[in-house]
């Protein structure tokens, strides 16, 4: 009786998402990468996001030389589509498009011939093998700051290559950290959980995004609402998604 008591007492409120209100990180647009598969689906996630108290979405398809060869012509007609059925069903919510970048070496090839699709102040979303760091990693950050583009990188937790110091040396070259909030449940892995952890206590994260690529990872996000480290970040001030 008095173990169930003590538990209970150890659990914290729900904090909804309506805290930070803006998703900068999702695949939603239909059948364009390993996100919705098709229009039914993108208006189900879409649906369930605005239930857990998110106001704007910014969508994020990704970019990848050799797997997803979207360009901002595809992804904005996408946009369009998803937009059109949502009016159409009166599900009223605000949804913009940036991308998702993989850092390979045709992206590093096309900095300053192209523009990227950014949000907020031309931040770009740019995400990492989760085998190894790019070899040229600074040299590329370095580069796309040159074009005026203030770098964000997707999941940091989740490269387990990275120490505590090599996210220190990111954070003072300008870059910022988004956390994809399932990382604070263990759905990646214990490590992933562990770095997520870190970096909160580090005082390193700038946003977070749900990631969402599918009708499994809705039917979680709710379990990180009561989660520490979830509240800890929301109340340190630091998140920016809100002046998104």
């Given at each position: 009786m008095?173990?169930?008591?003590f538990?209970?007492?150890?659990?914290?409120k729900a904090?909804r998402?309506?805290e930070i209100?803006i998703?900068l990180?999702?695949?939603?647009i239909?059948?364009i990468?390993?996100?919705?598969k098709d229009?039914?689906?993108s208006i189900?996630?879409v649906?369930?996001?605005?239930?857990?108290?998110?106001?704007?979405?910014?969508?994020t398809?990704?970019i990848?030389?050799d797997?997803?060869?979207n360009?901002?012509?595809?992804?904005n007609?996408?946009?369009?589509?998803?937009?059109?059925e949502?009016?159409n069903?009166?599900?009223?919510i605000d949804?913009?498009?940036?991308?998702?970048?993989?850092?390979?070496?045709d992206?590093?090839?096309?900095?300053?011939?192209?523009n990227?699709?950014?949000?907020?102040?031309k931040?770009i979303?740019?995400?990492f093998?989760f085998?190894?760091?790019p070899r040229?990693?600074?040299d590329?950050i370095?580069?796309?700051q040159l074009?005026?583009y203030?770098?964000?990188?997707?999941?940091?937790?989740?490269?387990?290559?990275f120490?505590?110091?090599?996210?220190?040396?990111l954070?003072?070259?300008g870059?910022?950290?988004?956390?994809?909030?399932?990382?604070l449940i263990?759905?990646?892995?214990k490590?992933?959980?562990l770095?997520?952890e870190?970096?909160?206590?580090?005082?390193?994260?700038?946003?977070?995004g749900t990631?969402?690529?599918?009708k499994h990872?809705?039917q979680?996000y709710?379990?990180?609402?009561?989660?520490?480290?979830?509240?800890?970040l929301?109340n340190?001030g630091?998140l920016?998604?809100?002046?998104?």
């Amino acid at each position: 009786m008095f173990t169930w008591f003590f538990k209970k007492e150890l659990e914290l409120k729900a904090l909804r998402f309506s805290e930070i209100g803006i998703d900068l990180h999702s695949h939603l647009i239909p059948g364009i990468d390993d996100g919705a598969k098709d229009l039914e689906t993108s208006i189900f996630l879409v649906k369930r996001l605005k239930d857990l108290g998110f106001t704007k979405i910014i969508t994020t398809p990704h970019i990848m030389s050799d797997l997803y060869k979207n360009t901002p012509d595809i992804i904005n007609a996408g946009l369009s589509v998803l937009k059109s059925e949502l009016i159409n069903q009166k599900i009223d919510i605000d949804i913009q498009a940036a991308a998702e970048y993989y850092v390979d070496y045709d992206f590093e090839q096309r900095i300053g011939d192209e523009n990227f699709m950014t949000f907020g102040q031309k931040e770009i979303l740019i995400e990492f093998s989760f085998l190894e760091a790019p070899r040229n990693m600074y040299d590329i950050i370095f580069k796309l700051q040159l074009e005026g583009y203030r770098v964000v990188l997707a999941h940091p937790a989740r490269y387990r290559y990275f120490l505590i110091d090599d996210y220190n040396a990111l954070i003072e070259r300008g870059v910022l950290f988004q956390l994809n909030l399932l990382s604070l449940i263990g759905y990646y892995s214990k490590e992933v959980k562990l770095n997520a952890e870190l970096l909160i206590n580090h005082n390193l994260i700038s946003y977070v995004g749900t990631d969402c690529h599918n009708k499994h990872h809705v039917q979680l996000y709710h379990k990180c609402e009561t989660m520490k480290y979830w509240q800890q970040l929301v109340n340190s001030g630091r998140l920016l998604n809100n002046k998104l």
